[in-house]
């Protein structure tokens, strides 16, 4: 398996809904990415797991939660955000956090 | 924070036209990767350069590391319909990458 995969592709949410989306690789990679990306910009980076282990927020607002339950899996739950979260949410993985990375699909995310 | 000035930001060309794009830096990268994304996909990785100096081919793509660490330039010859998308530079620096403002594509058939 030489892929990443992210869930849902699109996620339509009000402000006050809970949701979360879903990060998988198997390609036996340590390190886990969080990024957003907004038209026509680059990816803006969020959050860094290396070994199961957050060791980069890039300043994001606590209605932003990361969550690495293992190693393959990357969570990012949604709470009570705003009209201007909605962006294209990307995840990447990378064999270490100083290795080449590799982007999924994204999430195309609209907040309501 | 830190950016990659990457140039020309756009380019309009006709099918079968080779094209050339180039990415430079403030600071040195050790590692200098180019990526392509289509309209609402993530970005696919398509070449990765790891020396200075170093030039690499990925079928029609090439690219090449600046002997400075400073720079990268990526160039696609005899562009197809399918080449069409934004191209993005990025410098491995430590636990992140650096992205340049990316490379729009429009090919004329």
């Known amino acids: 398996d030489t892929e990443v995969t992210q869930t849902p592709k699109h996620l339509v949410m009000g402000m006050t809904n809970k949701k979360s989306l879903k990060c998988e690789q198997h390609?036996?990679?340590?390190?886990m990415y969080w990024y957003k990306q907004k038209a026509k910009k680059p990816p803006e980076l969020m959050f860094v797991?290396?070994?199961?282990?957050?060791?980069i927020n890039e300043s994001v607002p606590s209605r932003f939660s990361p969550e690495c339950p293992n190693s393959s899996l990357l969570n990012l739950h949604l709470h009570a955000l705003q009209p201007e979260d909605s962006a294209l949410y990307l995840c990447?993985?990378?064999?270490?956090?100083?290795?080449?990375?590799?982007f999924g699909p994204g999430t195309r995310l609209t907040v309501l | 924070g830190q950016q990659l000035n990457q140039s020309p930001q756009s380019m309009f060309i006709q099918e079968g036209e080779d094209v050339s794009m180039n990415c430079t830096s403030s600071s040195i990268f050790n590692t200098w990767l180019w990526y392509k994304q289509d309209p609402g996909e993530g970005p696919v990785l398509l070449i990765a350069l790891y020396k200075a100096g170093e030039l690499t081919s990925n079928g029609r793509l090439t690219a090449q590391f600046g002997i400075t660490r400073k720079d990268s330039f990526l160039n696609i010859s005899a562009s197809i319909p399918s080449d069409v998308g934004i191209y993005f530079c990025a410098g491995q620096g430590a636990q992140k990458l650096v992205f340049g403002q990316g490379t729009r594509l429009t090919i004329n058939p």
């Open positions: 990447a993985s990378s064999r270490t956090s100083y290795n080449e990375q590799f």
């Open positions: 797991y290396s070994y199961e282990k957050l060791s």
């Open positions: 390609m036996g990679h340590r390190a």
